[in-house]
């Protein structure tokens, strides 16, 4: 055997890479634990390890962000991505605690390159011809992954806090040129300021809210079968509310005198009042009133249902599937977030709401969130160009002669074109 004087510097790296670089794509990662959700407990969601036991570390960090007033919907989003690194983890044979830089890095690629656990389906990536939109891909996306480091990054700073985990945290942080944090002196009346994204983060691209045609929204509409079915979306187009902010009305949260409807907000859980229109309180009416007496209509009772006993909260997978069997119906795949888009675009069309009032309605924090709705939208460009194309081109008029008194020879030596002023 060779001493290491013996050997170059080349034959010392080049056993290092082969010793380190893992091939992602050959790896066999076990969809092994699971995130459960524990009804009326302090802590709403577990992570459980292959035996069925608490994974400790996310326990207590699961702890920390109910304490900071964390929403169950956060928490749920944090810990399925725990349990993807965890899972990757396994399959590398790497303790969390021991986790590298380098572990981070295998771990973005074989995100990139593996696909998600689930139904396939062969409409996976296929663009829709009606909406223009593409499906879901069978991939990660690029704002998953990031979400993925984000949630990683919060996680080991937590244990580094406490004394736990690695030295150094494994997720790179996005840092300025003299290493501090971006933007953390940032002025507020002015803007922010764009940076390199920070390491392992991917190009997002830039996507514009997609709208929903009236004509096609009134396909959408006649494909539903209730009127419960009918008023909800005719609040989702008309409130431009989230779906998770609709579905959980309950009855107090109804001015039927002056029209108004009560959600709270998804960010900071203020109760907001929205205007609704006068379609979608008639349909709310038919809804109430095909209702049998022994359904729930107490103040705190929620006010969308299931049709069927036994009465039941109408949840949020619920109102997605109303969506998705419309979608089937018609060929689309449209989703409840597009009617908010659609609401937004309907609001800024109309010339006598501000862009503040448009603001305040969908509970957007900043205003240049709101101004993305103003950009020009696709269909509406398609269509003006096609416009542009029919139209007969202008015939180019030959120019007017000039006043008399002008010679020719000296026009042609000033404006150029002799024939022209002949």
Do not use: C
Not at 5 to 26: K, N
Not at 34 to 52: E, H, N, T
């Amino acid at each position: 055997m060779l001493s290491l004087a013996s050997q170059s510097p080349w034959d010392l790296w080049e056993g290092f890479l082969t010793t380190v670089m893992r091939d992602v794509r050959s790896l066999r990662v076990r969809q092994i634990g699971r995130l459960v959700a524990v009804a009326d407990a302090p802590i709403p969601y577990q992570l459980l390890d292959v035996d069925g036991g608490q994974v400790r570390p996310v326990t207590d960090y699961f702890r920390e962000l109910t304490a900071s007033d964390y929403s169950p919907h956060s928490l749920r989003s944090y810990g399925l991505a725990l349990l993807r690194w965890l899972r990757f983890l396994d399959a590398v044979d790497t303790p969390w605690d021991k986790a590298t830089r380098t572990d981070v890095t295998d771990f973005v690629l074989w995100m990139r390159e593996a696909t998600k656990p689930g139904r396939p389906n062969r409409k996976a990536g296929q663009t829709n011809p009606v909406t223009a939109k593409r499906y879901l891909s069978r991939k990660y996306a690029p704002a998953t992954i990031d979400h993925n480091l984000a949630v990683l990054r919060e996680f080991y700073d937590h244990h580094l806090s406490t004394g736990a985990g690695p030295l150094v945290n494994p997720v790179p942080a996005v840092r300025t040129v003299d290493g501090g944090r971006v933007n953390a002196h940032h002025n507020p009346m002015e803007t922010f300021r764009w940076h390199r994204r920070a390491p392992l983060r991917q190009r997002r691209p830039q996507q514009t809210p997609r709208n929903i045609p009236d004509r096609l929204f009134n396909q959408v509409f006649a494909a539903l079968r209730s009127n419960r079915d009918r008023a909800l979306m005719a609040f989702f187009i008309s409130t431009g509310a989230r779906a998770s902010e609709l579905v959980g009305v309950t009855n107090e949260r109804l001015n039927i005198g002056q029209q108004l409807i009560g959600v709270i907000r998804k960010g900071t859980r203020a109760l907001q009042w929205l205007p609704a229109s006068t379609d979608a309180f008639v349909w709310l009416k038919l809804y109430r009133h095909e209702l049998t007496a022994d359904a729930p209509r107490g103040p705190g009772a929620p006010l969308w249902v299931t049709l069927r006993r036994p009465w039941k909260p109408l949840t949020y997978d619920a109102a997605r599937m109303v969506f998705t069997r419309a979608n089937e119906t018609l060929g689309t795949n449209w989703t409840l977030h597009d009617l908010r888009h659609a609401a937004a675009h309907r609001m800024v069309d109309d010339p006598k709401l501000s862009l503040t009032d448009i603001q305040w309605v969908l509970g957007h924090s900043q205003i240049t969130t709101t101004q993305i709705y103003t950009e020009p939208r696709a269909e509406d460009v398609i269509e003006r160009m096609r416009a542009h194309y029919d139209s007969p081109p202008q015939a180019v008029s030959a120019p007017k002669a000039p006043a008399e008194g002008y010679r020719p020879e000296v026009l042609a030596t000033l404006l150029g074109g002799a024939g022209a002023w002949a």
